[in-house]
């Protein structure tokens, strides 16, 4: 390691932005050999049928690397993708693909998502393997899931399968894909998402991750859209717990049940009749139980700036003399790191608008993200297990930055190999990452304010075909109506 970091003068962090300027200097190349950390190589090698059985300049490895550093870089076009397959394929002396980007968009589209899946489920077991017990609430996996919304490019094969939103008039906004994502609180890993076309609730489309996601032991975390009787039984039927914000159409009354301390009680709830728009079937909802034991507790919020100062929560965390009542709310506090993890993806890595002009994509994209996020999610992990440090204490920003570097950095990589120069490439990225820790900030307050004004334009209200634009926008008034 001393040999990889060299012997200048002035400390760690010096010598480390001396190498990420130096990194900056490459093109991207093959990304099998920084791959490999996680990944089998065997993933990567061409099928025995199918579009990606010929030799080919696009071939699964570098169709599937060129769309990952396009996620890493925010959704870079398709042009730069293919001229940094060109630059590096040059560098390495094999066949330049021709300039033009119709070759790779196809083989792009042809992306087989079970392979695509394949790489995302091997970068998640690498996330598994390395984390700490420390990490993990009580020595339990908490597993946090909520909903959002992205948008996509307008066209008419998006249209036709997602809706605008309401009141927007067809051909003036974008389409809406309606999302919940599943995440640890332990790793940040993104376990997994479930979306749909048309609007509906987020407790309906979360039914599928509880099922595939959730098991014996886990906690999950959501607020209070998701506080339903069927959902808490459903996940104490997986042998897991619950901790939500009560829903506030349900009253709570602390004067009943039976008293666990001050604003803390355990009640049991009845089972009512199965709502209309519950995703269970009537089979299923049937093998609910009559009733559940569960406790309700108040919390009183005392930091400067949150919106809600006076919290309720429900819980089947029933024991509360192993699990007090302050513990409960730490945790519940903590429920805010699934919006940085939608920041993180969203903003850093470019989510919000999906350059997408048809569902294939869409749902091709969705996996490459996943598996971006994974990779960052990893190295962070990794750098925390190795310089024992917080993981919270890591910047997801500064980690996606030193990651994409590293990948331009291996010019000419043997796809199926892991280098030398690979390995180490990777070990100083740990060190890079958890040489550059995030300020202890407690308390600090995050308003959803946006800073930068918007420019002076008009709104499109109607499809740009028939827009007619108003002249001389800047002294334009409205016209006073005649008394």
Not at 23 to 49: H, I, T, W
Not at 468 to 482: D, V
Request: glycine fraction near 8%; aromatic fraction near 8%; charge should be positive.
């Amino acid at each position: 390691m001393r040999k990889l970091l060299g012997s200048k003068s002035g400390g760690l962090r010096k010598v480390l932005e001396d190498k990420r300027k130096a990194l900056s200097r490459y093109g991207m190349a093959e990304m099998n050999a920084l791959l490999g950390q996680c990944v089998d190589p065997e993933v990567f090698k061409a099928e025995s049928e199918g579009s990606f059985s010929r030799k080919r300049c696009f071939d699964f490895a570098t169709t599937f690397q060129a769309f990952l550093w396009q996620v890493l870089q925010r959704q870079a076009s398709c042009r730069d993708a293919v001229q940094q397959v060109q630059s590096s394929r040059f560098a390495s002396g094999d066949k330049v693909p021709q300039t033009g980007t119709g070759a790779y968009c196809q083989a792009r589209s042809n992306l087989p998502m079970n392979r695509l899946q394949k790489i995302n489920t091997a970068i998640q077991d690498k996330i598994h393997r390395i984390t700490r017990e420390e990490d993990r609430w009580m020595g339990r996996e908490v597993k946090i899931f909520d909903g959002t919304t992205l948008s996509m490019d307008d066209t008419p094969e998006n249209t036709a399968l997602y809706s605008y939103a309401n009141g927007q008039k067809p051909g003036c906004g974008f389409p809406i894909m309606h999302l919940v994502g599943m995440f640890s609180l332990s790793n940040g890993e993104w376990l997994g998402y479930n979306w749909a076309g048309t609007k509906r609730h987020d407790l309906a489309l979360s039914v599928d991750l509880v099922d595939k996601h959730i098991q014996a032991g886990d906690v999950g975390l959501a607020d209070r859209g998701f506080c339903a009787y069927w959902m808490l039984a459903l996940l104490k039927a997986k042998g897991a717990d619950a901790l939500m914000r009560l829903h506030q159409a349900r009253p709570v009354d602390f004067s009943q049940g039976k008293r666990l301390g001050k604003d803390d009680q355990l009640v049991i709830w009845k089972k009512p009749k199965r709502p209309k728009k519950c995703p269970l079937s009537v089979e299923e909802y049937a093998k609910l139980p009559q009733e559940l034991s569960v406790r309700i507790l108040r919390t009183q919020s005392a930091a400067k700036g949150q919106r809600t100062r006076e919290v309720v929560l429900v819980t089947t965390l029933c024991d509360h003399k192993a699990i007090t009542g302050e513990s409960l709310a730490e945790l519940y506090g903590r429920r805010w790191q699934i919006e940085l993890n939608f920041d993180d993806l969203k903003t850093s890595l470019g989510m919000d608008h999906l350059n997408c002009k048809s569902p294939r994509m869409i749902e091709r994209a969705m996996v490459v993200y996943c598996c971006a996020y994974n990779l960052i999610r990893t190295l962070m992990m990794e750098s925390a297990v190795r310089r024992d440090v917080p993981l919270r204490r890591l910047s997801f920003k500064g980690s996606g930055d030193a990651l994409i570097k590293a990948l331009t950095a291996l010019h000419g990589g043997v796809p199926g190999k892991t280098s030398k120069k690979s390995r180490q490439l990777w070990e100083f990225i740990i060190e890079l990452v958890a040489g550059d820790l995030l300020p202890i900030r407690p308390d600090r307050r995050e308003p959803r304010a946006v800073k930068k004004r918007p420019k002076n334009y008009q709104l499109l209200t109607e499809h740009r075909s028939t827009f007619r634009e108003i002249p001389h926008r800047h002294s334009y008034k409205a016209k006073k109506p005649l008394n």
